[in-house]
């Protein structure tokens, strides 16, 4: 018999020095009241300013550290973690089994600078990398940006790419594109706007494609498209043949889950 399962996804929180991160404190509050067996970051969980080619040499780049970036991205994750260490501290507490969902995390394009400055200057070889996200030690799954994380048969990526281009989907009907282009399950992120759609296989089983939106409020630097982005928290339940989604816009959470 089939055992549904419930999947977390958290869609491109883009934390940076300076910005409240009281919303990843929200989600771990989310996370232990509604006990998901997976949670999905689809990445560009930290913007990594400092190492942005666009703004290189203006006055925007000026003071901009890598170390800052990393730190402030550890303190979003510190905070993200704290209402699910204290949910198991109660259970240890009581004799309880802990709360230890998977965790996966799907590198962006954001992320993705880091490999670059790398790659770009061979110097900083042993002294910057992806490593240096902590992530895990938190006991997340790091997925490579050209590599989906499979879940519960859902397939996850910050984007998915077609063409000898390899180019990532997109368009006007972007979640419609996903399906027609992967025929799979998919979930991605990086466009900060929400679709969705669903079509169905030969066996009858249902094939959902998701663009999950973004997790933050803030304007970027790098983007005039705000009023088109969607902020919240998809939770996923996976059935045998279906998958049924629940968009939950961010405030909600807040009103849910701020202390």
Same mark, same amino acid.
């Given at each position: 018999?089939f055992e549904s ?5 958290l869609?491109?929180?883009?934390d940076?020095p300076?910005?409240d ?10 996370a232990?009241d509604?006990l998901?067996?997976a949670i999905v970051?689809?990445g560009d969980?930290?913007?990594?300013d400092?190492?942005s080619?666009y703004d ?5 780049h000026?003071?901009?550290?890598y170390?800052?970036?990393?730190d402030?991205?550890h303190?979003a994750?510190d905070r993200?973690h704290?209402?699910?260490?204290e949910?198991n501290?109660r ?8 709360y230890?969902?998977k965790?996966?995390y799907?590198? @962006? /394009?954001?992320?993705?600078r %880091? +490999? ?8 900083l070889?042993? =002294? ?5 996200l902590?992530?895990k ?6 997925y490579?940006?050209?590599e989906?994380a ?7 990526a910050?984007y998915f790419t077609?063409?000898i281009m390899?180019r990532p989907?997109?368009?006007i009907?972007h979640?419609?594109n996903?399906?027609g282009?992967?025929?799979t ?6 466009s900060?706007?929400?679709s969705?759609w669903?079509?169905?296989?030969i066996? @009858? /089983?249902?094939?959902m494609? %998701? +663009?999950a939106?973004?997790?933050f409020?803030?304007p970027?630097?790098y =983007?005039t498209?705000?009023d ?9 339940t ?8 629940e968009f939950i ?6 009103e849910?889950?701020q202390?």
């Amino acid at each position: 018999m089939f055992e549904s399962k419930t999947i977390m996804v958290l869609p491109d929180p883009h934390d940076e020095p300076g910005v409240d991160k009281e919303r990843f404190e929200w989600a771990g509050r989310m996370a232990a009241d509604r006990l998901p067996d997976a949670i999905v970051c689809l990445g560009d969980g930290v913007t990594m300013d400092s190492l942005s080619e666009y703004d290189l040499g203006s006055v925007h780049h000026e003071g901009l550290r890598y170390q800052d970036d990393i730190d402030s991205f550890h303190e979003a994750m510190d905070r993200f973690h704290k209402p699910i260490d204290e949910l198991n501290t109660r259970l240890k507490r009581s004799k309880k089994k802990q709360y230890d969902p998977k965790l996966v995390y799907n590198e @962006g /394009n954001h992320e993705h600078r %880091i +490999v670059k400055a790398v790659t770009k200057d061979p110097r900083l070889i042993r =002294t910057m990398s992806l490593d240096d996200l902590g992530l895990k030690e938190r006991g997340w799954d790091f997925y490579p940006i050209t590599e989906p994380a499979n879940v519960y048969g859902v397939n996850f990526a910050h984007y998915f790419t077609s063409g000898i281009m390899g180019r990532p989907i997109s368009g006007i009907n972007h979640a419609r594109n996903l399906v027609g282009k992967t025929y799979t399950n998919c979930v991605v992120g990086h466009s900060h706007d929400r679709s969705f759609w669903e079509d169905t296989d030969i066996n @009858g /089983n249902k094939i959902m494609g %998701i +663009v999950a939106g973004c997790y933050f409020t803030h304007p970027l630097k790098y =983007t005039t498209e705000e009023d088109r982005n969607w902020p919240g928290i998809i939770m996923l339940t996976v059935y045998e043949k279906h998958i049924d989604p629940e968009f939950i816009c961010i405030d909600y959470i807040k009103e849910t889950y701020q202390c």
